[in-house]
């Protein structure tokens, strides 16, 4: 157990539709980060946040929002979904940004988009 | 970020050790080597991290060469457990914190 979780474990929704992803860090960790991994991308990353501002945007889609709230917990908003949304989307948190800082990954959340 | 080359596959028997390669001949000064495995669609686990000398800890052995430019990941005794894909990654330590994941060995433990 890396300390990281993220609800809903499984999501399914219908093209269009609109989903919000929660992810509450590793207690202390300040850094938060969302990754993407479908079965043509590999593990992608999308968006950092340190302590609630945004630090470092990826390959995110225009369609996708993120925000870090002051308990630390991060939403990710993934709206007018399509298709080739389906994929898993882990967070992961750190306790900090200078220095070799690991980052720990939670279970992921399964997006079914059809 | 320094590209990372890994082969593809390995296989090892159960209770040897495994030795995985990772080759980032253009890895920069201020650049760590990490290594992360991702079991099945779990989320990808920490393993070890180094800059320049040889690492330890309860999981695995780092080894990377003097010259930086490759590294070895040792696990001293695989179980069936250890069976993953491990990634090798390369980043520096401050500036840009994000994990860039390439397609990793996937590693298969026989028993």
């Known amino acids: 157990d890396s300390g990281v979780t993220q609800t809903p474990k499984h999501l399914i929704t219908a093209t269009g539709q609109r989903v919000t992803l929660r992810c509450s860090p590793r207690?202390?960790?300040?850094?938060v980060y969302w990754y993407q991994q479908s079965l043509d991308q590999g593990l992608q990353f999308l968006i950092q946040?340190?302590?609630?501002?945004?630090?470092a945007k990826g390959n995110i889609l225009e369609r996708f929002s993120a925000q870090q709230f002051p308990d630390l917990h991060s939403e990710l908003n993934l709206s007018s979904l399509e298709l080739g949304d389906s994929a898993l989307y882990f967070c992961?948190?750190?306790?900090?940004?200078?220095?070799?800082?690991?980052?720990?990954f939670g279970p992921g959340t399964r997006l079914t988009v059809t | 970020d320094a590209k990372t080359t890994q082969p593809p596959s390995m296989d090892c028997a159960e209770g040897r050790a495994a030795n995985l390669p990772c080759n980032h001949s253009?890895?920069?000064?201020?650049?760590?080597v990490y290594w992360y495995r991702q079991i099945h669609s779990q989320g990808p686990q920490y393993i070890i991290h180094?800059?320049?000398n040889n690492e330890t800890n309860e999981m695995a052995s780092l080894i990377i060469t003097e010259d930086r430019k490759s590294s070895t990941l040792i696990l001293p005794h695989a179980t069936l457990r250890d069976t993953a894909v491990y990634y090798c990654?390369?980043?520096?330590?401050?500036?840009?914190?994000?994990?860039?994941f390439g397609t990793g060995t996937r590693l298969t433990i026989i028993p």
């Open positions: 253009t890895i920069s000064g201020n650049e760590y």
């Open positions: 946040y340190y302590n609630g501002e945004e630090r």
């Open positions: 207690s202390g960790d300040l850094s």
């Open positions: 992961a948190s750190s306790v900090g940004l200078a220095g070799a800082y690991e980052q720990y």
């Open positions: 990654i390369v980043r520096v330590d401050f500036g840009n914190e994000k994990l860039t």
């Open positions: 180094g800059l320049k």
